[in-house]
């Protein structure tokens, strides 16, 4: 009992020393279950996210700090690896911020999701095969990204680069500009962005409006030039699927603990006669308080078969239910 103590007491000691430091300590953690076509059979699900996040600043009043996030519990069967852990540093003053590690792109920084409004323990409503999460061209080297951004009244603009570490390929480099403000009582969103790696090419726009009575509702186009394709295998369909734009729509609404979302996703295919890749997806949460919240995801994909003749489709599903936490 003794040694039991003394150990918590260390413990304590220890958290008022790093949080006197500028150390502090978050996570989250989801339990439920998960299924649909996509899984196969109905299984259970759990997920544990740790997150360190430093902060400082200097005489001057420059601030600075990192984030590291132990990123997913290795679930055997549920294909999430170990080891997954995101990290980022930055530098912040009256100049901007400068971010460099897992962090976004430029264009991804300026283009709003459509997935406006909750969210579910696998990730159902946004893992269909219309979802485009704005990442573009992130991720084309080892996936360090060196971002600057400024912001001044509602407006805001970044630039980013992606280096390719054995010299070989043009950096990935990206520019983004937003605007958020109120406008007659509406709350109205704004981005624009490209990104190029010398051989692919995005130019997106998003626009997200919020309106009065816990309606949201949010729109985006990405053209896509130089070699696009996404990878359908997972859901029945080609591996490689050329294409060439990208167009979402998303509508959320919040009523007190209730919270809604819904989105839609479609790419434009290449070849003609296949199948459009699209999708949607659902999320519904109801939040007890507390830190913790009911979550339901749905998702649905339809893409080319891989067998049988020109605009033949196959389609797939997934679902979960369970609970989230935040701590």
Do not use: C
């Given at each position: 009992?003794?040694?039991?103590?003394?150990?918590t007491?260390?413990?304590?000691?220890?958290?008022?020393?790093?949080?006197?430091?500028?150390?502090?300590?978050?996570?989250?953690?989801?339990?439920?279950?998960v299924?649909?076509?996509?899984?196969?059979e109905?299984?259970?699900?759990?997920?544990i996210?740790?997150?360190?996040?430093?902060?400082?600043?200097t005489?001057?009043?420059?601030s600075f700090?990192?984030?590291?996030?132990l990123?997913?519990?290795?679930?055997?069967?549920n294909g999430?690896?170990?080891?997954?852990?995101?990290?980022?540093?930055?530098?912040s003053?009256?100049?901007?911020?400068?971010?460099?590690?897992?962090?976004?792109?430029?264009?991804?920084?300026?283009?709003?999701e459509?997935?406006l409004?909750?969210g579910?323990?696998?990730?159902?409503?946004?893992?269909?095969?219309?979802?485009?999460?704005?990442?573009?061209?992130?991720?084309?080297?080892?996936?360090?990204?060196?971002?600057?951004?400024?912001?001044?009244?509602?407006?805001?603009?970044?630039?980013?680069?992606?280096?390719?570490?054995?010299?070989?390929?043009d950096?990935?480099?990206g520019i983004?500009?937003?605007?958020?403000?109120?406008?007659?009582?509406?709350?109205?969103?704004?981005?624009?962005g490209?990104?190029?790696?010398?051989?692919?090419?995005?130019?997106?726009?998003?626009?997200?409006?919020?309106?009065?009575?816990?309606?949201?509702?949010?729109?985006?186009?990405t053209?896509?030039?130089?070699?696009?394709?996404?990878?359908?295998s997972?859901r029945?369909?080609?591996a490689?699927?050329?294409?060439?734009?990208h167009?979402?729509?998303?509508?959320?609404?919040?009523?007190?603990?209730?919270?809604?979302?819904?989105?839609?996703?479609?790419?434009s295919?290449?070849?003609?006669?296949w199948?459009?890749?699209?999708?949607?997806?659902l999320?519904?949460?109801y939040?007890?308080?507390?830190?913790?919240?009911?979550?339901?995801?749905?998702?649905s994909?339809?893409?080319?078969?891989t067998?049988?003749?020109?605009?033949?489709?196959?389609?797939?599903?997934s679902?979960?239910?369970?609970?989230?936490?935040s701590?």
């Amino acid at each position: 009992m003794k040694k039991v103590l003394f150990a918590t007491t260390a413990l304590v000691a220890s958290a008022g020393i790093a949080s006197a430091q500028g150390v502090e300590l978050s996570g989250s953690a989801e339990m439920g279950i998960v299924g649909g076509s996509a899984y196969g059979e109905t299984q259970f699900h759990h997920d544990i996210d740790v997150t360190f996040t430093l902060s400082g600043e200097t005489d001057n009043g420059i601030s600075f700090g990192a984030t590291i996030d132990l990123d997913e519990v290795d679930q055997a069967g549920n294909g999430i690896p170990a080891g997954a852990n995101p990290s980022s540093v930055y530098i912040s003053g009256s100049f901007g911020t400068l971010t460099m590690g897992d962090t976004d792109g430029a264009l991804d920084w300026a283009l709003q999701e459509v997935n406006l409004v909750g969210g579910s323990i696998d990730d159902s409503e946004t893992a269909h095969a219309g979802f485009n999460g704005n990442a573009a061209l992130d991720g084309s080297y080892d996936g360090q990204v060196a971002r600057y951004d400024y912001s001044f009244g509602d407006f805001a603009f970044a630039v980013s680069a992606e280096l390719d570490d054995t010299g070989v390929g043009d950096p990935a480099l990206g520019i983004g500009g937003k605007y958020s403000g109120d406008l007659g009582g509406v709350t109205l969103g704004v981005g624009v962005g490209y990104q190029s790696n010398g051989i692919q090419d995005a130019l997106g726009v998003s626009l997200d409006a919020a309106f009065g009575g816990g309606f949201v509702v949010g729109i985006n186009y990405t053209d896509l030039a130089g070699g696009w394709s996404v990878n359908s295998s997972g859901r029945g369909g080609f591996a490689v699927d050329p294409v060439d734009s990208h167009m979402a729509i998303g509508l959320g609404y919040t009523m007190d603990a209730l919270s809604i979302g819904v989105n839609y996703g479609v790419y434009s295919s290449t070849i003609p006669g296949w199948i459009d890749p699209t999708g949607y997806g659902l999320a519904v949460n109801y939040d007890l308080g507390g830190g913790a919240t009911v979550q339901f995801g749905y998702g649905s994909s339809t893409v080319e078969a891989t067998f049988g003749p020109v605009g033949t489709s196959v389609s797939t599903d997934s679902f979960s239910l369970g609970l989230a936490m935040s701590f």
